[in-house]
């Protein structure tokens, strides 16, 4: 343990005289035209930026609806009113309602979640499964209509 103690401890002496080389030379390129001191780059930078208040709207209720989930069924559902998106897995109701009348501006009356789950597969003979997903089912309030299934 003894050589591997005094490697350490060269290693730990060569890092400090040259933080101390370094510390001691400074450079014009850093340096402030009214003080002599020198300033690391992201110290002026953090000095320029000014810092913006982001809304209060939930980070997270951002972008859940992935696409639209468009099979016959879906679109027998949307003439009723009721349409169907794919969204992320970690989407609720809340999230789902609020993007569709931010997005959509149409009002939403319910919002019904479905999670699909993993699906065994197999490829080259390894075994494997597909991922999850959720469905959302949204229903829009009467006369109200959303273009997503138009075609």
Do not use: C
Not at 53 to 63: F, G, M, V, W, Y
């Amino acid at each position: 343990m003894s050589i591997f103690d005094s490697i350490i401890k060269k290693k730990s002496k060569t890092k400090a005289k040259s933080s101390v080389l370094a510390d001691d030379r400074p450079t014009d390129k850093f340096r402030d035209k009214d003080e002599k001191s020198v300033h690391a780059p992201e110290e002026t930078e953090k000095k320029q930026h000014t810092s913006t208040k982001k809304t209060a709207i939930n980070s997270r209720s951002r972008h859940v609806i992935v696409r639209p989930w468009v099979t016959e069924k879906a679109r027998d559902l949307s003439n009723e009113g009721t349409y169907t998106f794919l969204v992320t897995i970690d989407a609720n109701k809340h999230m789902v309602r609020n993007e569709i009348e931010r997005e959509h501006e149409v009002s939403v009356v319910s919002v019904r979640m479905i999670r699909g789950k993993h699906r065994s597969k197999r490829f080259a003979g390894k075994k494997g499964h597909a991922r999850m997903y959720k469905k959302a089912l949204v229903t829009v309030a009467p006369g109200q209509k959303l273009d997503v299934f138009s075609v």
